[in-house]
């Protein structure tokens, strides 16, 4: 079975500081997907960045960069110079190459601080 | 263009009724899914339609639970004989296809609440 841990319950910063939240994944196949997701107080999932496993460059979208590193399985996310807009609560989520059903981790609690 | 929609947006119901719980996809969207989030949890697959069909509904957590998508669009989920353990928020999401890198586009959320 997949599972998907994020060991940071909750995270805050201060505006326009650099946050990493982290990421760890198992998994047995070799080809699979893996993506963040931010869901606002709104409940609207939305998708900040993906990243597929055959692909050793880190995916970036902006200010959002990913650290993905397949043989410790881990996949963190970094937002530089963070907004106020980007409190929220931030999902990694993981599928295999072939299925689609995303399994998401626990999530983390990101707090942006003026 | 419209996003994903889910109707209604909130649902309070007693403990052994019937729910109803719907989602319109994105115009287009071949590919829809349902899943589920408890409080401080993250969502949790239930079933994923094709078109009309059910690929795959190996999320669906007993026989109480069930959905449709009759004409490959619109989909409901239905839930029978509620249990205060359902309660959670419901999500749906769609995609213009089944591929597994595909961007799920989701709504935001039915939040059922069992009395």
């Known amino acids: 079975a997949q599972t998907v841990t994020q060991s940071q319950p909750e995270m805050s910063v201060q505006e326009a500081e650099t946050v990493t939240l982290s990421c760890t994944y198992d998994t047995s196949e070799s080809n699979y997907y893996l993506f963040w997701y931010k869901q606002p107080p709104s409940r609207q999932m939305i998708l900040v960045i993906r990243q597929e496993a055959y692909k050793q460059q880190n995916a970036t979208e902006n200010r959002f960069s990913v650290n993905f590193q397949k043989a410790a399985k881990s996949f963190s996310l970094k937002i530089s110079d963070s907004q106020l807009g980007d409190t929220a609560m931030y999902f990694c989520a993981f599928t295999i190459q072939g299925a689609q059903k995303l399994v998401f981790g626990q999530g983390t609690r990101l707090t942006i601080n003026p | 263009g419209a996003g994903v929609s889910q109707t209604p947006s909130n649902k309070v119901t007693e403990k052994g009724k019937y729910v109803e719980l719907r989602c319109d996809p994105i115009s287009g969207h071949t590919a829809l899914y349902w899943y589920r989030q408890s409080l401080g949890q993250g969502p949790e697959f239930l079933i994923y339609?094709?078109?009309?069909?059910?690929?795959?509904d190996s999320g669906l957590p007993n026989d109480r639970f069930f959905a449709v998508r009759p004409e490959g669009s619109v989909s409901t989920l239905k839930i029978q004989r509620t249990e205060r353990g359902d309660s959670a928020v419901y999500l749906c999401?769609?995609?213009?296809?089944?591929?597994?890198?595909?961007?799920?586009?989701f709504g935001p959320g039915t939040r059922l609440t069992v009395l």
């Open positions: 339609f094709q078109g009309t069909g059910a690929a795959d």
């Open positions: 999401a769609s995609s213009d296809s089944g591929s597994s890198y595909n961007e799920q586009f």
